[in-house]
C-alpha cells in the first residue's frame, strides 16, 4: 500500500516539478518528433551551405536584396515570443492561472506578428519578380521559410488549445502546457539557424 | 509582474536579445557589396550556435532533462555547427 502511494506521490512530483533533474518537460512523443524535425532541418541547412559553395556570387548578390533589419525583427519577435511562453508555463506550474493565461496570450500576439512580418518582407520580392525559380538562393529561401512559416501557425493553433486547456481545464494539465511550449520554443529555435543562413553570413 | 522580470528566463531573454542585435549588426551591409567572408560568417554562426543552446537549455528545459535527451539536443547544436562551418570552409 505504502509501494503504491509513494509510486503516486513520485509521479505527481516529476509531473509537477519538470525541473527535477531527469525529469521530461512535456511528452516524450513530442521530443520525438522535435528531434526528427531538427535533423531534417539540419539536413536542408548543410544542403543549402553546399549549393551556396557551388556558386557564392549568386547566393551573395541575392542575400544584398533582404532586409537585414526585418530579419533581426522577426528574431526578436519570436524570441519575445518565446520568452511569453516559458514565463507562462511556469505560471501554470504555480497555479497562477490569470497571469498563465495573460502570458500566453502576450505569447500569441507576438507569434502572430510574425507571419504578418514574412508577408510583408515576400510581397515586395514577389512583385518586383524574384520568385523561388530565378536562382537557388531564392529557392531555399521561400522553401525553408516557408516550411518554417507552417511551423509557426501550425505552432499559433497549438498555443490556441494550451490556451484553452488553462482557461477551461478545472486542474490545467501541466504536460500538456509544457508540449505545446516545446514545440513554440523549436520553432524560435529552427528561426535563429535560418536568420543566420539567409540573412547574415557571407 | 517584478517576479516576471527580474526571472532567470527574462534575463535569458534579454541576452538573447543582445546577441541577435550585435550579429546583426555584424551582418549588416553598410552599403558596400556582399563578399564572401569567414570571418563574419564563423561569428554568425557562432552567435546562432550560442542562442540556440540557451534556448534548447532554459526554455525548452532539457538542462533538467534525462541525459539521452541532452546529449541529443546539444549533440545537434553543436554537430550542426560543425558541419556548417566544415562545409562553408571546403566550398
Redesign the interface.
Known sequence: MSNTLESVVHKVDVREQPQVVGAFPGQPSMWFFIIGDLLIFGAYFIAYMAYRSQEPDVFLQSQQAMNQGVGAINTIVLLTSSLFVALGTEAVRAQKIRDSLRLFGLAMVFGALFPVLKIFEWLPKIEAGHTPGENLYLMFYYVMTGLHLFHVLLGLVILGFVMRNIKTAANPDVRFVETGAIYWHMVDLLWLVLFALFYLMR | MGS?LN?R??H??AF??AI??A??W????RGA??????M??LT??L??SV??QL??Q?????R???RW?KQ??YG?NI??LL??TG??W??
Open positions: 516576471y526571472n528566463l527574462t535569458v531573454w538573447l536579445t541577435t542585435v550579429s546583426w555584424i551582418g549588416q551591409s557589396t556582399f563578399q564572401l567572408d569567414a563574419v560568417t554568425v554562426l552567435m546562432a542562442k540556440a534556448v534548447i532554459y526554455f525548452m528545459e532539457v533538467s532533462a534525462p535527451l541529443t539536443a545537434w554537430g550542426l558541419l556548417l562545409v562553408y571546403l566550398g
